[in-house]
């Protein structure tokens, strides 16, 4: 399947109306947080089957389309990329990881980061063996770190690197990992952005899914310095009497 090919396929698939509704969900205007982005208006089940259709598009070729503007490009390059990691060894595990790393910048929606960064880059860090062969990766000065270290980096990072740094910690937190979860939550509690305190929020809840003591011994050191967004969701599965414990803990 050639590039041309999926491009041509995506464009059949346009909605004019479907575009605009997207580019006002996902905050397009300017000053917003996906200014510039542009909407085709392909919903994700027909980008999931172009991404099958053409899983066996080159790094070259996902590279191109990652630099695109275009919203559904970059979503369906990043499809194409999970599948590629899936089926990958581990010398192209680590290849992947180190593409995906040299394309932060272009990883810069909150779906784009929530479908790829435990997926690919959390699932890579998760396995011991490859971990200790976290190389440079690409020739990016910026990521010239070993293991996990490289989370942290990119937490201090600009705001889709921190929300990949957050969501990356799924992948330990699915196998009652939470180290590294709760370090980068508590270096984030002072963050500005509205979608690093959801982030946060919801993997401190993923914690308390799996151990809630652990997560309430988070909470009880750090509710009142939380942000409100962050703390309503790490609290929304707690019975109410407990919601509203940690809720007045800020008044």
């Not at 464009?11 to 996906?34: E, P, V």
């Not at 999931?48 to 390059?77: C, G, V």
């Not at 976290?134 to 690197?161: C, M, P, Q, T």
Request: glycine share 6%; hydrophobic share 40%; proline share 2%.
């Amino acid at each position: 399947m050639s590039l041309n090919k999926f491009k041509k396929e995506m464009h059949k698939l346009r909605d004019g109306k479907k575009a605009k509704l997207l580019s006002g969900f996902f905050k397009t205007g300017k000053g917003q947080y996906g200014e510039g982005d542009i909407f085709l208006g392909i919903m994700v089940p027909k980008q999931r089957e172009a991404a099958a259709n053409h899983k066996d598009l080159s790094l070259n070729d996902l590279q191109i389309l990652l630099n695109s503007r275009i919203h559904e490009y970059r979503l369906t390059a990043l499809f194409i990329l999970l599948h590629k990691y899936q089926k990958a060894d581990k010398e192209e595990k680590r290849k992947i990881a180190g593409f995906y790393l040299k394309n932060t910048k272009n990883i810069n929606n909150w779906d784009l980061v929530d479908l790829s960064a435990p997926n690919i880059l959390g699932e890579y860090l998760l396995d011991q063996k490859i971990q200790k062969d976290f190389r440079v990766l690409g020739n990016a000065k910026h990521f010239r770190h070993k293991d996990r270290k490289i989370l942290y980096k990119l937490s201090r990072g600009h705001l889709w690197e921190k929300r990949i740094a957050v969501l990356a910690t799924f992948a330990f937190i699915r196998k009652n990992k939470f180290k590294d979860a709760l370090n980068i939550a508590e270096t984030l509690l002072k963050d500005r952005h509205d979608l690093i305190h959801k982030a946060v929020g919801w993997m401190l809840r993923e914690i308390g899914k799996r151990n809630q003591q652990i997560e309430e011994k988070f909470l009880a050191r750090h509710c009142r310095a939380m942000p409100r967004t962050m703390l309503r969701y790490a609290i929304e599965k707690f019975p109410e009497k407990k919601r509203k414990f940690y809720l007045n803990c800020k008044a």
